[in-house]
T-cell receptor, first 111, second 120 residues
Framework: AQSVTQLGSHVSVSEGALVLLRCNYSSSVPPYLFWYVQYPNQGLQLLLK??????LVKGINGFEAEFKKSETSFHLTKPSAHMSDAAEYFCAVSGGNQFYFGTGTSLTVIP | GAVVSQHPSWVICKSGTSVKIECRSL??????MFWYRQFPKQSLMLMAT?????????EQGVEKDKFLINHASLTLSTLTVTSAHPEDSSFYIC????????????????FGEGSRLTVL
């Protein structure tokens, strides 16, 4: 069975500061992991995905995530937060034809 | 990338009426689509898996007679909320996987823009 846990339902950072959103996964098979972003009243947009190639995955808008098997983690980072990064972020793991989403982390960027 | 379109984006209806939401894959054929429900400040809850040409598979606790799903073609799935009540008010999102990119489960889900349903 697959699942993900997002630590911290709300994260606030200052503009220009490092963004770190945490995600830990549980999977009985090699996982495929994803980060999605959701802006208010919109669907989800893929930021990046890990599919067993490079462990450091670079995505859109300057985001990246590192797959760490030993820690069962796939944390999302961005070196410098921008006001436009304020949104809801979801980590997800793929199992067969289904996706399993975390509970989401709301990112607030303080000017 | 692949595009999934949802319509309408916003709908307001009276209690007791039915509302239909459409989900279309614009540039790929989707044998499977997924319908999610999202409550404010919460994650997505999978409601059902829509299968082209066959019955939808509903998650536990989701009333199939309440939420009718039809997947009439490889590019269209519809969700009909029947006899809507205020507690059905929510944000409904559909998604689909592009089979051309879904190798062994690595393909991403493409999401519609979501439909905000308000039942008065």
């Amino acid at each position: 069975a697959q699942s993900v846990t997002q630590l911290g339902s709300h994260v606030s950072v200052s503009e220009g500061a490092l963004v770190l959103l945490r995600c830990n996964y549980s999977s009985s098979v090699p996982p495929y992991l994803f980060w999605y972003v959701q802006y208010p009243n919109q669907g989800l947009q893929l930021l990046l995905k890990y599919t067993s190639a490079a462990t450091l995955v670079k995505g859109i808008n300057g985001f990246e995530a590192e797959f760490k098997k030993s820690e069962t983690s796939f944390h999302l980072t961005k070196p410098s937060a921008h006001m436009s990064d304020a949104a809801e972020y979801f980590c997800a793991v793929s199992g067969g034809n289904q996706f399993y989403f975390g509970t989401g982390t709301s990112l607030t960027v303080i000017p | 990338g692949a595009v999934v379109s949802q319509h309408p984006s916003w709908v307001i209806c009276k209690s007791g009426t039915s509302v239909k939401i459409e989900c279309r894959s614009l540039d790929f054929q989707a044998t499977t689509m997924f319908w999610y429900r999202q409550f404010p400040k919460q994650s997505l809850m999978l409601m059902a898996t829509s299968n082209e040409g066959s019955k939808a598979t509903y998650e536990q606790g989701v009333e199939k007679d309440k939420f009718l799903i039809n997947h009439a073609s490889l590019t269209l799935s519809t969700l009909t909320v029947t006899s809507a009540h205020p507690e059905d008010s929510s944000f409904y999102i559909c998604s689909a996987r592009d089979p051309g990119t879904n190798s062994g489960g690595t393909g991403e889900l493409f999401f519609g823009e979501g439909s905000r349903l308000t039942v008065l």
